[in-house]
C-alpha cells in the first residue's frame, strides 16, 4: 500500500522539494499552498493531490481537514512546512498584527491540522491486515528554525511563533504516542534566495562553524530518517551548521 504523506507550503524551496522526493519515491503527496506557483503545475503532473489554503484562516484549515478526511482514506505523515518569516517592523502591519500573523501561521495552524488528523494519522498506524497498532507507525514533523533557542532582535514575533510550535512537538508527542511519533526540525541556513548578494551570503555563512549552503538534501534525509524511524519521539534536529560554536 502507498504511503500517503501532506506536506504544507509546497510551492517552493523545502516543501517543493520534498514533495518532489517523496513522489519520486512512490509515495501519494497531500500539498498545500497559499499563492500559485509554475512548480505545483509541475507537481501535479506528478501525481501530488493539491489543496488551496490561507493557514491564517482557521475556517479555510477547518475546510482543508474535511477534504483530506474525505478523498484520503489513509494519512501516513504529516509535515508542516509552510512558514512566513515577517520582520517586526513589517510595513502596513502593527506589531500586534505581525504577533498575531507570525502564531496563526506557525502554532495555530499546525494545532488545528494536527487535531482534526490525528484520527487518520492513528488509523494509518494499523496495517490492512493487522488490528493492532503499530509502535510509531505514524509521523508529525514540525519545521521550525534555529531561531527558536537563540531569539532573534529583528524577527521577534516570528522567533516567538516557532519557539511555541517546538513546544507543541513535546506535547503532541506525549498526546498521540504510542502510534504517532511527532519530531521538530530546527534549520538555519538551507537555501539562499534570489537575489541574496554575495555581501549577504558572505555574512550569513560567517555565522556557522560549516560555512555552506546546506541544500534540501539535508533536509530531505532528516526527514526520511523521521519518518522511517520507530523510536525516536518528541525530538527536536538542528540542522544548523554548528552555529552555536560561533
Not at 98 to 122: E, W
Request: glycine share 6%; charged share 15%.
Amino acid at each position: 500500500m502507498k504511503k500517503t504523506v501532506l506536506i504544507t507550503g509546497v510551492g517552493k524551496r523545502i516543501g517543493l522539494a520534498l514533495a518532489r522526493y517523496y513522489l519520486a519515491q512512490g509515495a501519494q503527496v497531500i500539498g498545500t499552498y497559499r499563492s500559485h506557483y509554475s512548480s505545483l503545475d509541475e507537481l501535479a503532473q506528478l501525481g501530488a493531490h493539491l489543496y488551496q489554503c490561507d493557514l491564517t484562516d482557521s475556517q479555510a484549515i477547518d475546510a482543508l481537514i474535511a477534504q483530506v478526511v474525505q478523498h484520503h482514506p489513509s494519512l501516513n505523515s504529516l509535515i508542516h512546512n509552510a512558514s512566513d518569516w515577517l520582520p517586526d517592523n513589517k510595513a502596513g502591519l502593527s506589531p500586534g498584527e505581525v504577533m498575531q500573523r507570525m502564531m496563526q501561521i506557525h502554532v495555530s495552524a499546525p494545532y488545528q491540522l494536527n487535531l482534526g488528523l490525528a484520527p487518520l494519522l492513528a488509523s494509518a498506524a494499523k496495517s490492512h491486515n493487522d488490528a493492532v497498532a503499530q509502535i510509531g507507525a505514524s509521523n508529525i514533523v514540525h519545521i521550525t528554525d534555529y531561531v527558536a533557542e537563540k531569539g532573534s532582535k529583528k524577527h521577534i514575533a516570528y522567533a516567538a511563533s516557532k519557539a511555541a510550535l517546538h513546544n507543541m512537538t513535546l506535547s503532541f508527542a506525549a498526546k498521540l504516542a504510542p502510534e504517532i511519533k511527532v519530531n521538530s526540525i530546527a534549520p538555519a541556513m538551507i537555501l539562499f534566495n534570489e537575489g541574496d548578494d554575495a555581501a549577504y551570503q558572505a555574512k550569513t555563512l560567517a555565522k556557522a562553524a560549516l560555512p555552506k549552503e546546506a541544500g534540501t538534501e539535508e533536509m530531505i534525509a532528516l526527514v526520511d530518517y523521521l519518518l522511517g524511524s520507530h523510536y525516536v519521539t518528541g525530538r527536536s534536529f538542528a540542522v544548523d551548521g554548528g552555529r552555536h560554536l560561533v
